[in-house]
């Protein structure tokens, strides 16, 4: 049973560009989260996914960030009209139910905006 | 916010027990005591969760004492390959309220030596 797959695992793009990142659950998780974590931080929150629902975004910047998990195919987190301060290593984590102990994480994408 | 103290870094070397010790003052009566490993370029992963006393699993044990103001994780006789963050967590674990996010601090680097 494969892990949670992100890519891609780095992604470098120049300010003002879009980002796409992109994230398949562990097989039969239907819940998904992601989650930012910059330079010597811990992860902060980000938002909260079922199937074709977003269940809790309230850790998403309000302009240009936002996050969809289709009925096909993986999630995805997009990130418009990047800036510096966007940097950061973002993680994706999926869970058959909503207990933390059930909650498997991906190996990150790294964005760096120049 | 976290809710949790942890101390910023600890190091250890091989063989030894490590014990990291977390306060979390304000713990209320539905929070379980949740602890995750960070490695390098990896997302965390997790390691143990308990509500009092004592648990034991095949990687770790978590000591809760009675007031659960706080609570210690023990790794042990650890090995180089244990040098990771670890990061502690309480809240509900989305059991009785449901979806519950992951609210991480700074967490603890450990660094094992030879």
Redesign the interface.
């Known amino acids: 049973n494969a892990g949670v797959m992100q890519n891609p695992r780095h992604l470098v793009r120049r300010r003002g560009q879009e980002a796409r990142l992109r994230c398949s659950p562990m097989k039969g998780h239907s819940h998904v989260y992601w989650y930012r974590q910059l330079p010597e931080e811990g992860l902060k929150f980000m938002v909260y996914l079922q199937k074709e629902n977003i269940i809790d975004e309230s850790g998403m910047p309000k302009e240009r960030f936002s996050a969809e998990f289709p009925k096909e195919g993986p999630s995805i987190l997009r990130i418009q009209q990047v800036v510096r301060g966007d940097s950061a290593a973002y993680f994706c984590a999926s869970s058959l139910g909503t207990s933390w102990d059930e909650q498997y994480f991906g190996p990150g994408t790294r964005l760096t905006v120049t | 916010l976290?809710k949790t103290t942890q101390p910023i870094s600890m190091d250890s070397y091989e063989g030894q027990e490590v014990n990291i010790t977390c306060s979390h003052n304000n713990i209320a009566t539905n929070d379980?005591i949740?602890w995750y490993q960070q490695f390098p370029?990896?997302?965390?992963?997790?390691i143990i969760?308990g509500y009092k006393t004592k648990v034991t699993n095949e990687v770790a044990s978590l000591f809760i004492p009675a007031d659960r103001k706080s609570s210690t994780l023990s790794l042990p006789r650890v090995s180089l390959s244990d040098t990771a963050v670890y990061?502690c967590?309480v809240?509900d674990?989305?059991?009785l309220a449901?979806?519950?996010?992951?609210?991480?601090?700074?967490?603890t680097r450990l660094l094992v030596s030879p």
């Open positions: 976290a379980y949740t370029s990896q997302g965390p992963r997790f969760q990061y967590l809240g674990s989305g059991g449901g979806f519950q996010k992951l609210v991480f601090g700074t967490g």
